[in-house]
């Protein structure tokens, strides 16, 4: 079947609110660029309100048709747009956006100018000028609280999506930018209680256990802390919900690939083949978290004898290729084309503990309805972690993936109301619906 | 065993793929010609208005087929020999069978209109129909449907997602009205117009008028109103697409009668799904079933007999589902446009309009016979299983929290619907 002829020129592409807000926020990245050749340096509050006053309303503009519409689906054109369908305007954004990540990560001095409009935020804040790090906690924190909004009105008929949108708003600002801001002013370690071992790998290093201690109480708190989120908090949590509620609820990369993703969730890859290499990469990341950590630990009981300065060296490196290169800079970056979940779907190592134990020993599922499913193809479409749900849905069996964040969206695309997300007895959960009149 | 089957929808595929798991050894060959590949019919709306792209609706990946087996061949059926076994293609090719398995489908109702054959005027049924009124609705200012079915909003959702005007003819009383009670047809209308459709009730299409180029120019009601539209969506119902079968041996009627084991007037010829006519109908289900659900049921059951198990089609409890613009529907069980003297019927509405539930049960034992649910997720285990052990319409009012599917979060009826019902028993108000 060849589907260029289905090819359709974009529908009514584009209300004026929408057209203006993609300007405002183009002016928004052009002040940025401006501000990163130097102007920042001169005039940081200037341009630091221009910037966030930009993008703000930018994001505003853009999702006020979504507040007017009726409430609904609003899909129409997802596919024609090249917005979202990897058109010249997709790889316009990706190729920003990977610049970015890798001027940041590498040649952080061509941003500058940019760090400096950030100085009399960070100088509030931390009482400490801005650096790279704090310039792109301030981006991504505004992108998700921006994209956010967009989501919420989006989505505004289903309560589920509303809460856990608040909810992945409220700890990306609050735990993962506020709240290290101020332990920064108060002399404290910089931690993040919303990251935990084998995200935050060096969580559990024995180099950073040894500094958080030494650090005072507070420090104590937070190894304690790491401990019991890691090994409590997960299991019995993912227990109860299924890892939806780190990975759709909580976490940081969750919240930006729920929020500035979700325009870009239909391009994950659906294959057969795409699964298969996404169990081999995100366990092989887990394994080798899990042995460098107990080899460090090894290491750190006989008194370095073993790697000697190994465990910097590992820091580097790991940092280096998973840390930068693959969660930033082809995580993030590439989300216009391979979808926003690449990061969480074939590289995170908390997704992989998570998904072992949704997989294996959880109440969550996601039921299908019985017999109702039209195999229409929506669920599948919109799933950002690749799952091909209508796979499941059409035989009449749950979805019990390990991958699956729980973002609930392919409950809500689908035309039948098959698609339920839900907590119930872990007895029986993969018990296909057979009809009453089949079963012997 | 060599198996042919004509047909690659759903009928045809679940036909095929249930065959393949009973009987490893079994030759499996599929003729289509609407598509290479099984794709999801149901969902051509989402391909125009752009949710999806054509291969987002195939269900299985292209390796499948390969995998089990499953024989592709690209081609229209030209003519069947049904006593020799033998199939003849449109190119010419002749196909020999053990047994056949006739799964054609539907072609859209065209009632012989003035003007229904003139540019512009189409129905949706296939993936050329689709791709035609992709042509067909470039660059126009106003549409008009004809038939107040669920294709009919299908296409008029789709003409709105591309911001055209549409204006529904429908013949009855309410929209789909012969199926939907009255309230909820109501509701419906409602929503359309809240979208911004124009529903004309109790009127039929008398002509189809056209410019001096052949194309449509606008439609003429039986109620002697004049619409002006570029495209006329031709949505009135759809019939077994069996005109190749004409000259044949096969009885037909309007579709391929068929006993209950789906079996046709010749032997080892089978025909099931949208094109297939049961002789002798089960009192209260119809004679032709064209449904995305029955079809699946229909080649389940099919490839148990194929394969030796001889089994006859029992749909079980009816169920069925739509979705009108933003709003869900699900029924189960029996709910008639309008009860019958054995009936009673509970109906409750949220006042935002967007939420209805009706349960229909018998006057005499109280037994509950069937749901609508519009606007609500239900669960359909539970649905079937009080439908079938006979519950009273007070046990299922007060447990319909058991079946709420509707996601996480959401605000429930359950309480309001209870509330409304015993009130009603106490003012004396439920008929
Ligand atoms: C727009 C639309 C929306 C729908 N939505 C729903 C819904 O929501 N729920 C629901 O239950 N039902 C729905 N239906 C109905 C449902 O799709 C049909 O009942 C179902 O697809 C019928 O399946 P089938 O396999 O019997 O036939 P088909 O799907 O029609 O498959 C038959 C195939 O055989 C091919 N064929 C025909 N003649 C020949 C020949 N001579 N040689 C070779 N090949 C031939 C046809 O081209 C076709 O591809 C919808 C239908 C349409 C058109």
Known sequence: MKDISLSIASPSAGSPFQKAGAALTACAILCSIIAAFGVGKTNPLLFFFLIIGLFISGGLFYSIPYFKAQAGIKNDGIMQNPLSNR?????????????????????????????????????????????????????????????????????????????????????????????????????????????????????????????????????????????VMTFIATPVLTYKYGKRWYCSWVCGCGALAETLGDPYRQNSDKSLKAWKIERWMVHSVLVFIVLTTALLWLNSWKSGTILGDASGLFSQWYGFLIGSVFSGVIGTGFYPIMGSRVWCRFGCPMAAILGLFQRFKSKFRITTNGGQCISCGNCSTYCEMGIDVRAYAQKGENIIRASCVGCGVCSSVCPRGVLKLENLEEEGRFIPYIRHEDRK | MNIVIIGNGITGITCARNIRKLDSKASITLISGESDHFFSRTALMYIYMGHMKFEHTKPYEDWFWIKNRINLIRAYVKTLNAIDKILVLENGKPIAFDKLIIACGSKPNKFGWPGENLHGVQGLYSIQDLEQMERNTQNISSAVIVGGGLIGIEMAEMLHSRKIPVTILVREKFYWNNILPKEEAELIGKHMAGHGIVLRLNTELEEIISDNQDRVAGVLTSTGEKFECQFVGLTAGVKPNIGFLMENELETDRGILINEYLETSVPDVYAAGDCAQFRNPKQGEPAIEQLWYTGKMQGETLAKTICGDKSVYNRGIWFNSAKFFDIEYQTYGQVLPEINDQQKSFYWEHPNGKHAFRANYSNTDESILGFNFIGIRFRQVIAEEWIRERKTIAFVIQNLEKGWFDPEFSKTFYKDISLSYFQGIKDGNNE
């Open chain 1, 87 to 227: 058109g010249a305007i997709a790889w316009g954004i990706a190729i920003l956006m990977t610049g970015f990540y890798i001027i940041l990560y590498w040649f952080p001095y061509y941003l500058e100018g940019l760090i400096r409009t950030m100085d009399p935020l960070s100088m509030m804040l931390r009482s400490k000028a801005s650096d790279q790090w704090f310039l792109y906690g301030a981006f991504y924190t505004l992108a998700v609280l921006i994209m956010g909004m967009r989501f919420i009105a989006k989505y505004k008929f289903s309560r589920y999506h509303i809460i856990r949108t608040i909810s992945v708003m409220f700890f990306q600002m609050g735990f993962a930018f506020l709240l290290p801001a101020f332990l920064l002013k108060l002399n404290q370690p910089e931690f993040y209680f919303s990251y935990f071992w084998p995200l935050k790998y060096s969580y559990l290093f024995p180099n950073d256990i040894d500094y958080l201690i030494q650090s005072g109480n507070l420090g104590v708190f937070m190894v304690f802390w790491g401990l």
